[in-house]
């Protein structure tokens, strides 16, 4: 996951290179994997013709699940972890899809100004310091076109049961890091970057916590 202002300019999948081949079981039996991000795409609501950019891509699994879902749009993901990219363009090809995948941090991406309709991210701001958060969204306000959306699946506030189940998720990334993400300091972050209508859609309870899905629309 992407990381700035760090000799690691990035944030290995699980935190450390050598558990990135678990990244993909560990998240599909842990997480509700198909449930979240399936409900994050049908938030989106992804129409042909649309660009569309997915923050810390990560292994690919939202990006290919999104680009089988819609054919028509223009897929793009960026992460700044060239191991996972390098699983992502594998995971692609045997899906048979198309996607563009380019080696980038999210506070400084490779795109211009109004370059997309979409932004999707899922699992990426709890990894990043509330610094890194605030300049990753304006980045993304900055390539979102005028009332293009984003939408985000990560941790969340939860109750009692849900905030000691993300206790374990805080151990491993990091209790000063995850900080925002459990206090529910996510939609104040996008709404100081210049987006809007920020709101919660959805949450599920996990066993690693409170999976809670925003929307905002730049």
């Given at each position: 996951m992407p990381e700035a202002g760090s000799p690691q300019r990035y944030v290995p999948a699980l935190g450390r290179e050598a558990l990135t081949a678990l990244y993909d079981p560990l998240i599909r039996f842990t997480v509700r994997e198909r449930t979240f991000k399936e409900r994050l795409l049908d938030q989106a609501a992804l129409t042909a013709g649309q660009r569309v950019l997915d923050v810390g891509c990560g292994t690919g699994t939202l990006?290919?699940?999104?680009?089988?879902?819609?054919?028509g749009i223009d897929i793009f993901g960026i992460d700044g972890d060239p191991e996972v990219l390098r699983r992502a363009a594998q995971k692609a090809t045997e899906a048979g899809v198309q996607i563009d995948l380019r080696e980038a941090l999210a506070d400084d991406l490779p795109f211009d100004d109004?370059?997309?309709?979409?932004v999707i991210t899922s699992l990426v701001f709890h990894h990043l310091p509330t610094d890194v958060k605030q300049r990753s969204a304006a980045e993304i306000a900055r390539v979102l076109k005028p009332a293009g959306e984003l939408h985000v699946a990560d941790w969340g506030p939860g109750d009692p049961l849900m905030r000691l189940?993300?206790?374990?998720?805080?151990?491993?990334?990091?209790?000063?890091r995850t900080a925002d993400n459990a206090h529910g300091r996510l939609p104040a972050i996008f709404e100081a970057a210049g987006l809007r209508d920020v709101?919660?859609?959805?949450?599920?309870r996990t066993i690693s916590g409170s999976m809670v899905l925003l929307s905002a629309r730049r």
């Open positions: 990006t290919i699940w999104a680009k089988e879902r819609e054919p109004g370059s997309f309709d979409r189940a993300f206790l374990s998720t805080r151990l491993l990334d990091g209790f000063e709101r919660e859609r959805s949450r599920l």
